[in-house]
């Protein structure tokens, strides 16, 4: 199996996942990477219009940092989380004092698609055979995206042998989540994938 489609932006990998209605990129690398995800995409024999949705799995700014960018330039539509909402804010302040990054805030609005804690059918409304899951640990606002094929996108989703004592509880549940839920082969944001295996190894040996 190829796997997905996998950018490498400043070193973030960024995925892109198929719909029935274009292409959904999950996460969006640093505010100036557009550069990056052009020549990534042009790698793969694409252009940034076949990008029709684009997703983070957190708002931390090598993830979020182009979201609203994206929008502006080629008019994707935002996949946001309702557990983001809080600390999209607290990444648009903290760009505030760094005005040299050329971030541009992200504030929701009526055409992003705004998924609530309880819907985790979100994504099929718009033709992507997957769910959307909570997984914190590495930060309060993580979400996983979790396709039926079993490719699951996990960002930076602290792998279990790396849990400390604080997050390994968090960890563990979001894990196993993402077993029952089916997945089969990890993408995280920093690293290649890890088979599912691999993972249920790591957790059985950290409870
Ligand atoms: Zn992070």
């Given amino acids: 199996m190829a796997g997905p489609i996998t950018i ?5 990998h ?16 640093w505010p ?11 790698a793969a024999g694409l252009r940034l219009s076949a990008i029709r949705f684009v997703m983070m799995s957190h708002a931390h700014p090598d993830h979020a940092g182009l979201m609203q960018k994206l929008k502006r330039t080629c008019g994707v539509r935002r996949i946001v989380h309702e557990v983001q909402r809080g600390s999209l804010a607290e990444l648009n302040r903290f760009f505030e004092r760094k005005p040299d990054r ?7 609005d009526e055409n992003d698609l705004v998924v609530g804690r309880a819907d985790r059918q979100a994504l ?5 055979a997957g769910e959307i899951l909570e997984t914190p640990g590495h930060s309060d606002d993580s979400v996983s995206l979790l396709l039926d094929g ?15 004592d604080a997050n390994a509880a968090a ?10 839920g089916g997945a089969l082969m990890f993408y995280p944001a920093h690293g290649g994938p890890i088979a599912a295996g691999v993972i249920e190894e790591m957790v059985r040996r950290k409870a």
Avoid at 32 to 42: H, I, P
Avoid at 150 to 164: E, I, K, N, S, V
Avoid at 171 to 180: D, G, H, I, P, V
């Fill in 171 to 180: 960890l563990t549940a979001s894990w196993n989540a993402l077993l029952a």
């Fill in 102 to 108: 050329n971030y541009e805030p992200f504030e929701i």
């Fill in 14 to 29: 960024l995925y892109l996942v198929d719909g029935r209605e274009g292409k959904l990129l999950f996460d969006a690398g």
């Fill in 32 to 42: 100036r990477s557009l550069a990056d995800l052009k020549a990534g995409l042009e």
């Fill in 8 to 12: 490498r932006s400043h070193g973030v």
């Fill in 124 to 128: 099929r409304s718009i033709g992507i």
């Fill in 150 to 164: 079993g490719d699951a996108f996990t960002g930076d989703l602290t792998r279990p042998d790396l849990a400390t």
